[in-house]
């Protein structure tokens, strides 16, 4: 066995801890997300776990196939006996284990939800290779990532039980202590092990212990009803969040080794479950007045009722308090706690948010994100993530997938020599999956007209604010411009916004409009060389009045332009049109050639110099 | 593959001290986490990592072990060789030199991580895990050619496996794990775009290299890469006793990290500069700290002093950074400086 770092000599993180300790106790608290920069001890932290927990830790790794996942025919025993029977994947394997995947965010989001799911149902079926398998499985799902490098849907977010952003530690003894310990663990590790194992066994025992309790554990009412009104007040979507409150709350007071839950479990429970679904932007909770604030408390309470009995609205006016309080009575619950604590709860609901705002990672978390595109890859490049019958006559074959088609047949066929025959109809193609990045290039009027200055200063703003996300994104952006005779490539399109930023420090401006030489030159570069891959997406924004003036063959520009654009519009290549004319009269040229370009049309005045970059970006993420 | 195609001497390489020191303190300490070598094109980027592959020293291995497991690290071995300790069965080690391991920019998902050994499939009928680059990569130096312009999904691999220690295969039907534990060395061009912070961040130290800006320095490095060229076997013979006595500093200071120690002062100093830059994460500290022990080392003595520490911090700092977007981040090294002089003072 590995050694593992020990739980008990991380330092800090206490919220992290609780969450962890928490999944350990109540079985069906049954994954944690934690969230944290690079370096912050993510993975350390979950890994430590087994320090103190004996249930196996089985690590999911990022390029996980679906066949490892959930399952496959067994392909021994298929060219041996040719029974069909299921390989476990690793979901069920993972039964009544620890399951844990680093960067969570990073793998492939069918991978992820599939994960999800079958942690909140304990089970999934397998349709796979002609095996039809039913799969019951408990487990834990422990994950991490780094919000820098996307982000999870908000469903995902909302199958997490729990989720901690891990604190950043900024006292100069703890961080030293940090690295003391990690020395020691890299270089005397028994000593280090032994030092803690004091510890360590203490935590053991209070897991354990906290565990036996937990069945005894009550929370009063009111508390109950504290935390339905908070998931109402943080307008947390469903019932997921009141019930993994419920569950930390209850696991907290075990592991403090209390009967009865209080307010302050609430209050710790409440960052723990609630803080990753909450709608409501943190950091302005409504100073209310006392009387709405009770209005709400009512609401909140028939609210949680509602979905709890599912019976007919007739049947349900008479019987209910009753069988209620019998149901209650019958699990050996205390009777609801008397009517004047109620009081007590109704500032508690604002005090539990002014909490979570206190400790809110929401407001500090990095901003706009977002994940990268993906797509199905037509090449043998990317991520190999599912395989299927041959569509196209490509080399690309699963092998795996191959081998496991043709084994049920074996005993059937003829091998020569071979422990498997392979038939053509056995043959399935690997589907891979990659990120794609865009490249946009703007092309910029940088004629004498009106306006120059100001245009310039939208377009570097509006390349440097793409450039800043480009990094999670992996677009390229570049620049070009037109004036004079000719049409400059002022900045390459480029990944690296430092790049950007040194290159674009002057953009010369001045001369005539060579709007058709602009157009060409521009889809020239997405089209040819090194910028043309047609697996990616290519846009070209055009900053233009509409009106050049400079003719390539002599031709009046207008019908020049016509010609240059029929010529470029179907190239694969998507426009998007920003009109710089301002004033009157408007002659109404860029709104044309939008027209033939098959463009999207923007003005910019409209825009303004803020507004030019989010327009690009929504226009160009949006599916075609 | 080395003996056959003569490699130019690392002692023979003009200038860039902070590329060399920055990969010998690595080969001493590998635990620092690699270096990233950031600089335009032709600046002996890859030449110099090339060349410290005849420097590298020997390392004990489980013999007959695929993934070439560490005899010493009983933490980190593979599961065969820790099946054949539990059962008490005699393990023999051998000798081999650490080597450098190049993964190609084409490479493939399959061949990164290991996958299905096909032919054993067909013939045999019985699934066996065929390893990869990164079971290759195994207490050797992986080395990453313009590392920032790898794939996504294969730099996901590297990140998965650093992270840990251990690659995890759970592919095409394959469940494998096995140690794969490497000194990542990575060279890019800035211009070609950025790294991932991920990635940035698993890199311990990270040298940016100019061009040599020296006239006489400049003729130099063509006369040298010349008269290597007409003849390689007379040129390497010119600085083998140079060679020689690099080999012999590395080995001595191996033969010190063990016992060098890490001072409070040292610890606290680290942690103060690292706040004081607001960097993300703890790499930085345990970085600053591990690279001053292996300049130390380097230096043959037992103890850092603040030359060490301010070495170090120019290496492993720039980086982390917490980046304001367009501002190019360079750290104030004079004020860091300032700073160890400072807590060394007072101690």
């Not at chain 2, 023999?92 to 391991?101: A, H």
């Not at chain 2, 084409?106 to 990869?132: M, N, S, W």
Request: aromatic share 4%; with cysteine; net charge negative.
């Amino acid at each position: 066995m590995n050694f593992l770092f020990p739980f008990s000599g991380i330092v800090g993180q206490e919220n992290a801890k609780k969450a962890l300790l928490c999944s350990l106790v109540h079985e069906d608290i049954r994954s944690v997300l934690i969230i944290g920069d690079p370096g912050s001890a993510k993975s350390t932290l979950v890994r430590s776990v087994g320090t103190i927990e004996d249930k196996p830790i089985q690590t999911i790794p990022q390029a996980v196939t679906f066949d490892r996942l959930m399952g496959m025919i067994d392909l021994e025993k298929a060219v041996t006996s040719g029974s069909i029977q299921v390989t476990p994947g690793l979901l069920e394997e993972g039964d009544g284990q620890i399951l844990y995947a680093d960067n969570v965010n990073l793998m492939e989001e069918g991978i992820v939800n599939n994960i999800l799911n079958t942690s909140d149902t304990g089970h999934f079926i397998l349709e796979r290779e002609g095996l039809s398998h039913h799969v019951t499985t408990r487990f834990t799902f422990f994950a991490t990532m780094d919000p820098a490098e996307g982000e999870l849907s908000p469903g995902q977010m909302d199958r997490f039980d729990l989720c901690v952003r891990l604190d950043r530690i900024d006292e100069t003894e703890l961080r030293a202590e940090i690295v003391r310990n990690q020395l020691k663990f890299e270089t005397k590790t028994k000593s280090f092990l032994l030092e803690q194992q004091h510890e360590t066994d203490s935590l053991k025992e209070k897991v354990t212990a906290a565990q036996d309790r937990l069945p005894y554990v009550s929370i009063p009412e009111a508390l109950q009803d504290l935390v339905s009104s908070l998931c109402l007040e943080l307008a947390v979507e469903g019932q997921r969040g009141d019930l993994a409150a419920t569950r930390a709350a209850c696991a907290l007071a075990a592991l403090d080794k209390r009967d009865e839950v209080n307010f302050q479990d609430i209050k710790e429970a409440a960052l723990l479950a609630l803080e990753h679904r909450r709608r409501e932007k943190p950091g302005c909770p409504p100073p209310e007045p006392p009387e709405e604030n009770k209005e709400k408390e009512d609401n909140a309470q028939e609210n949680r009722q509602d979905p709890d009995t599912r019976q007919p609205p007739e049947e349900r006016d008479e019987p209910h308090p009753e069988e209620e309080e019998q149901k209650e009575q019958d699990r050996g619950i205390p009777p609801p706690p008397p009517v004047s604590e109620r009081v007590f709860d109704i500032g508690a609901t604002f005090e539990v948010i002014r909490y979570l705002d206190e400790q809110s990672w929401q407001a500090t978390r990095k901003q706009k994100s977002g994940r990268r595109t993906r797509v199905q890859s037509t090449d043998t490049s990317g991520h190999y993530h599912a395989f299927r019958l041959p569509v196209k006559n490509q080399n690309d074959i699963a092998i795996d997938a191959t081998l496991r088609a043709a084994a049920p047949y074996q005993r059937h066929r003829k091998r020569n020599g071979l422990a498997i025959s392979v038939t053509k109809g056995d043959i399935r193609e690997k589907v891979r999956e990659k990120k794609v990045a865009h490249t946009i290039l703007f092309l910029v009027d940088a004629s004498g007209s009106m306006g120059v200055q100001k245009r310039m200063i939208a377009v570097k703003g509006a390349i440097l604010s793409l450039l800043h996300d480009a990094y999670l994104k992996r677009d390229r952006v570049g620049l070009m411009i037109f004036r004079g005779k000719d049409a400059h490539l002022l900045l390459p399109p480029t990944k690296s916004p430092d790049h950007a930023a040194k290159m674009l420090k002057t953009i010369p401006t001045g001369g005539m409009t060579p709007l058709g030489k602009g157009l060409i030159e521009s889809c020239n570069l997405l089209t040819r060389g090194r910028f043309a891959s047609t697996d990616e997406n290519r846009s070209i924004v055009i900053l233009t009045d509409g009106r050049g003036n400079v003719p390539i063959n002599g031709k009046s520009p207008s019908e020049e332009l016509k010609e240059i654009t029929e010529k470029i519009a179907f190239t694969g290549i998507r426009y998007v049109v920003v009109d710089t004319e301002a004033g009157f009269p408007r002659l109404g040229r860029a709104q044309v050639l939008a027209g033939n370009l098959n463009a999207l049309y923007f003005r910019l005045e409209e825009l303004g110099t803020q507004g030019l970059a989010g327009s690009v970006q929504n226009t160009i993420y949006s599916p075609r | 593959m080395t003996s056959e195609i003569p490699v130019y001497p690392f002692a023979g390489i003009v200038g860039q001290e902070n590329m060399k020191e920055a990969l010998l303190a690595n080969i001493v300490y590998p635990s620092i986490g690699g270096v990233l070598i950031r600089g335009e094109k032709g600046t002996a980027k890859s030449t110099m990592v090339r060349a410290a592959t005849d420097l590298l020293p020997e390392r004990e291995v489980v013999k007959g072990c695929i993934f070439r497991c560490d005899a010493s690290d009983l933490r980190n071995q593979c599961s065969s060789c820790q099946s054949k300790r539990i059962k008490g069965e005699k393990i023999p080690s051998e000798f081999v030199r650490m080597r450098v391991v190049e993964l190609p920019l084409c490479a493939t998902e399959d061949r990164v991580a290991g996958t299905l050994d096909i032919e054993h499939a067909i013939t045999k009928g019985i699934k066996k895990f065929e390893p990869g680059v990164l079971a290759m990569a195994n207490g050797n130096i992986l080395y990453v050619d313009e590392v920032n312009l790898l794939d996504d999904h294969i730099v996901d691999l590297l990140l998965d496996a650093a992270a840990m220690g251990v690659n995890f295969v759970e592919r095409e039907g394959i469940s494998y794990s096995h140690p794969s534990r490497f000194l990542l060395v990575g060279t890019m061009n800035p211009e070609e775009g950025d790294l991932r912070p991920q990635l940035l961040d698993r890199f311990g130290l990270v040298v940016d290299v100019e061009g040599e800006k020296d006239p006489s320095l400049r003729s130099e490095v063509v006369r040298r890469r010349l008269d290597f060229e007409t003849d390689p076997k007379a040129f390497c013979d010119r600085f083998a006793s140079e060679q020689q006595a690099i080999r012999d500093k590395i080995r001595q200071a191996k033969e010190i990290i063990p016992s060098l120690a890490p001072d409070e002062t040292l610890i606290n100093t680290a942690v103060t500069i690292s706040l004081s830059l607001g960097v993300d994460g703890h790499r930085s500290d345990l970085t600053l700290v591990k690279t001053a022990l292996a300049f130390a080392a380097l230096d043959g003595q037992k103890e850092v002093r603040k030359e060490h520490l301010k070495k170090a911090a120019g290496l492993s700092l720039p980086h982390r950074m917490r980046r304001r977007p367009f501002e190019e981040s360079k750290v104030d090294i004079r004020a860091i400086h300032s700073l160890i002089e400072e807590t060394y003072e007072v101690s």
